[in-house]
């Protein structure tokens, strides 16, 4: 086992709720009646008590993006947690953002000491300016494609594991050496499951969630160990797809859910294991990470459409460059391809040609406060002068992923373009709609240069560069004296199952 210190992660579980249902989750989502949610001040007690630790303070559930507080969480977190690193976060459009996130993904040793692990609900989508703003990596999973999970409810003495036996393969678990520590509501634990468990059949608690609680040695474990009497993680075992959502359980462990009123359970979601009929010999002992899954860019299914702009409100700025005639049949055309929800103008004399076209018209300083409200704009806004929609623009707002923190901008003949979310940050206070671009940081004011989707992709080749990128990047950092992770040393140490209790 491993020293929490010595981990790659430890992570802080803000809440053990999920919108997911997973077959054999490692959180047990799905069996609470009651699932908490981490209050602030146990949260700052957390991200406190990891002042010194060198991995990444990770940020999990169940859905952490769900827990009703998470911008006020997150806020706290940047402050106290690692250093903002806008190197490689996502302004860009991204035709593949799986593979954007998987080229930071491999760097968890060479990130900003931030770490996300979410399954891309529709509240991932709400807070994701901040999150690619806050995290530098990020461990996405919607569940959507096969993800094979390995049965953890199921106690060694049911299975005759005997003494000398169990206390070898328990010491070599993978989930203990190549995951994390966590930190719940109920106190700080060696391991993620283990807290898991405790939050789940109603244990003791972990320890005091104190400055270095996570510098035990695995000797010190002591008494937390008990719970892996409860696990089959270490043991060589049956997986199933996680979108079965039916969990494998032994007979102990199904007369303990029964005990708690599991919702799960009493939804018929579980399926006994009978150790009885068990085979070690026809089942492996995983040594990998992420066992659960072969191609990585398969991690997101579903939910990448979620993250494609899904409603663009379309405003056509009359600058006064077009004759009435010519911001006629512009409005007319406009129309008829669906592409013209308002006019917006500096000219106050341009609302008649507006109001021909049958769509509202806005100027002044309060445009665009008064364009959100009265065209329901929650989301995209397009914004063109003078010009239609060209087709290359609909087709990367139709197939890329992109940031409601950004605003982004191409000049075309005849006009300007800039497409912007009214849930930017940067427009919170309010902002003058005719010089948009002036409320943004200049990273978050990206050009549209690219014509098709594909020039968005990352290839394999692409997410190679990004790794060297990353690794130079943090030499720099440690050449100038700048905080880093662990990088190379955390690098060799990557992966590697320890024999040390
Ligand atoms: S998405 Fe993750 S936390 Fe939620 S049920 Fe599935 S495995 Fe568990
Ligand atoms: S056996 Fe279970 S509780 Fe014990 S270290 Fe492994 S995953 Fe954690």
């Known amino acids: 086992m491993k020293s929490p210190a010595d981990m790659k992660v430890i992570q802080i579980e803000l809440t053990n709720a999920c919108p997911r249902k997973c077959a054999n989750c490692t959180r047990f989502c799905g069996h609470h009646e009651e699932p908490f949610f981490m209050d602030f001040e146990t949260f700052k007690k957390?991200?406190?008590s990891l002042k010194g630790f060198r991995g990444i303070v990770g940020i999990m559930g169940g859905e952490p993006t769900?827990?009703?507080?998470?911008?006020?969480?997150?806020e706290y977190y940047r402050d106290n947690v690692g250093y903002d690193d806008y190197s490689t976060a996502c302004y860009e459009p991204q035709k593949d953002f799986m593979r954007h996130i998987l080229a930071d993904a491999w760097h968890v040793d060479y990130s900003n000491h931030r770490g996300l692990w979410t399954s891309v609900t529709p509240r991932y989508y709400e807070h994701f300016e901040l999150i690619q703003d806050t995290f530098g990596y990020q461990l996405l999973n919607d569940h959507s494609n096969p993800s094979m999970h390995q049965t953890l409810m199921v106690t060694r003495q049911e299975l005759g594991v005997p003494d000398d036996e169990w206390v070898k393969m328990r010491d070599r678990c993978w989930v203990q050496n190549?995951?994390?520590?966590?930190i719940t509501p109920?106190?700080?634990?060696?391991?993620?499951?283990?807290?898991?468990?405790?939050?789940?059949?109603?244990g003791p608690g972990g320890w005091p969630i104190e400055p270095g609680w996570w510098k035990r040695k695995p000797s010190e474990f002591g008494d937390q160990l008990k719970w892996c009497e409860m696990c089959s993680a270490?043991?060589?075992?049956?997986?199933?797809?996680a979108n079965d959502e039916t969990d494998d359980v032994s007979p102990v462990w199904a007369k303990k859910l029964e005990e708690i009123r599991s919702p799960k359970v009493q939804k018929g979601l579980v399926n006994e294991f009978d150790p009885v009929a068990y085979q070690?010999?026809?089942?492996?002992?995983?040594?990998?990470?992420?066992?659960?899954?072969?191609?990585?860019?398969?991690?997101m299914g579903k939910t990448r459409g979620r993250l494609v702009p899904q409603k663009t409100t379309h405003v056509v700025w009359l600058t006064g460059r077009l004759s009435t005639a010519e911001a006629q049949t512009l409005l007319h055309e406009a129309k008829a391809a669906k592409q013209l929800d308002a006019v917006v103008s500096q000219d106050a004399a341009q609302r008649a040609v507006a109001e021909e076209a049958g769509v509202p018209f806005f100027t002044g300083p309060d445009a665009l406060a008064e364009l959100a409200k009265a065209t329901r704009t929650k989301d995209w806004v397009l914004l063109i002068q003078d010009i239609k929609v060209p087709v290359t623009v609909a087709e990367l707002i139709g197939n890329c992923v992109f940031n409601p923190g950004v605003v982004y901008w191409r000049n075309l003949q005849g006009g300007k373009l800039q497409f912007f979310n009214v849930r930017a940050l940067s427009l919170a206070k309010g902002a003058d709609l005719f010089c948009i671009e002036t409320n943004y940081p200049a990273r978050k004011t990206v050009e549209l240069k690219a014509q098709?989707?594909?020039?968005?992709?990352?290839s394999k080749a692409e997410m190679?560069?990004?790794?060297l990128y990353k690794r130079f990047h943090w030499l720099k950092r440690a050449l100038l004296g700048q905080p880093v992770s662990r990088g190379p040393i955390g690098e060799l140490r990557s992966n590697r199952i320890q024999n040390s209790l």
Request: charged share 30%; hydrophobic share 40%; with cysteine.
């Open 46 to 48: 957390a991200v406190d």
């Open 66 to 74: 769900i827990h009703p507080e998470f911008k006020k969480f997150m």
């Open 178 to 182: 190549l995951w994390s520590a966590s």
């Open 186 to 202: 109920k106190g700080a634990f060696f391991c993620e499951v283990a807290a898991a468990m405790d939050a789940t059949l109603g």
């Open 234 to 241: 270490c043991l060589a075992m049956p997986s199933r797809d």
């Open 280 to 299: 070690a010999d026809k089942h492996s002992i995983n040594q990998k990470v992420t066992p659960y899954i072969e191609n990585q860019d398969e991690r």
């Open 452 to 458: 098709k989707p594909e020039d968005y992709g990352l």
């Open 464 to 467: 190679f560069v990004r790794r």
